[in-house]
């Protein structure tokens, strides 16, 4: 055998070994028949109807971009969605980034709960995979690491919105401002309080409680006997609920409930009636509020049969982005998708633009207010600045 052959048959060989690597040499890089994204949200527990809503906007997006036919260096390949049910719980999200990795993900959108997704990110990061989260605790894209990515505004903004329309909307003196313990609810009420002080404004009760209470009839009287005429709260919409409950047992429901963006749901709504006032401050804008939203509930009603709960429209454009930085790209190797991310104004759909900065925030990032008006949440005003 010659030395031209032996050469030939060595890199054939070395090809081969190294085919399921994610860093190739170019001469070796082969394209996967299949590309497979991550979800990893909360879909079991309390917050399953909101996972389940992020999950379906990549589902949708997904078989969309199938039936278009996707190509990576001229060949059609398949895009699968792997989910993983993060249990809202930071333990669990740091098993599920290590058995996405083990699955084979090139990229991940997830998690809902920021104390979830600033556990996950280091695990994700150690591999260059990409992880686009809808949770809004600043520290997410805090951590120096190349691989966080906010779907959303972050809470600096969203606690400015909340100090500002509690202060300079609600016509009231006196303020209880609730959390949840969590990094998401704790960090937001935080911020809420500094920018009611800031407007001379009273808190009289801060309290914190945990992500699960819903036992509030304690706290209902303290309201009471406190003449609060505003509860700023970060907990979750079921825990609002039950507060709401907890008010009409000691006859103390003239008073407004302001909320961040989890009890922005249609799960809310139920408590429409109940008290005086009912707001939420948010940085995901419903899909209504775009000019290709309506397209887009219309599929999501015909595919899912159910209206979206939460922020589905946000994933569904977040898988088309990552679609296009790996045509942007012409590969499916994490790192690329990672380096190409950071400075691409993708097609998005719904929203019409996802880009970021170089720490991984929106660089349009909105927050909005939003009141229950006739069983709808009503944008009342939204902003970039507050």
């Not at 303020?175 to 002080?197: I, R, S």
């Not at 309201?223 to 609002?240: I, M, P, R, S």
């Not at 209504?288 to 922020?311: C, I, N, T, W």
């Amino acid at each position: 055998m010659n030395n031209f052959n032996v050469r030939r048959l060595t890199l054939a060989a070395l090809c081969a070994g190294l085919a399921a690597a994610t860093t190739l040499l170019v001469g070796c890089n082969q394209t996967p028949d299949t590309i497979r994204i991550g979800v990893a949200q909360p879909l079991s527990g309390n917050l399953a109807a909101l996972g389940q809503d992020l999950l379906n906007g990549v589902k949708l997006a997904v078989a969309d971009i199938n039936q278009e036919g996707f190509k990576i260096k001229g060949k059609t390949v398949k895009l699968e969605v792997v989910a993983m049910d993060d249990r809202a719980n930071a333990t669990t999200g740091k098993e599920v980034a290590q058995q996405m990795i083990d699955a084979g993900v090139v990229a991940v959108i997830g998690n809902l709960n920021s104390g979830v997704s600033i556990e996950a990110a280091p695990i994700y990061g150690a591999k260059s995979i990409a992880q686009l989260a809808i949770s809004t605790n600043p520290k997410f894209t805090q951590l120096g690491l190349q691989t966080t990515y906010r779907l959303v505004a972050n809470d600096t903004l969203q606690a400015k919105a909340i100090g500002s329309f509690a202060a300079n909307q609600l016509s009231a003196s006196k303020f209880a401002v609730l959390d949840d313990g969590t990094p998401y609810g704790k960090g937001l009420a935080d911020g809420a309080v500094e920018q009611l002080k800031l407007a001379k404004k009273e808190v009289t009760i801060r309290q914190s409680f945990d992500d699960k209470t819903t036992a509030f009839d304690e706290l209902a009287g303290k309201l009471k006997d406190g003449n609060v005429e505003v509860v700023v709260t970060t907990l979750n919409d079921f825990q609002v609920l039950a507060l709401l409950d907890a008010l009409k047992k000691v006859e103390y429901t003239q008073l407004s409930i302001l909320g961040g963006d989890t009890i922005k749901t249609t799960t809310m709504l139920k408590g429409s009636d109940i008290v005086k006032g009912l707001y939420a401050t948010s940085p995901i804008l419903d899909a209504k509020e775009f000019a290709s939203g309506k397209q887009f509930l219309a599929k999501y009603v015909d595919a899912f049969k159910v209206e979206p709960a939460y922020g589905g429209h946000y994933t569904y454009d977040a898988m088309y982005i990552l679609a296009g930085a790996m045509k942007r790209a012409d590969s499916a190797d994490p790192k690329r998708i990672t380096d190409t991310l950071r400075s691409f104004d993708g097609y998005a759909p719904v929203t019409g633009s996802m880009k970021w900065d170089d720490v991984g925030e929106q660089r349009y990032g909105v927050v909005g207010v939003y009141a229950v008006r006739k069983g709808v949440w009503d944008l009342q005003m939204r902003s970039d600045r507050w």
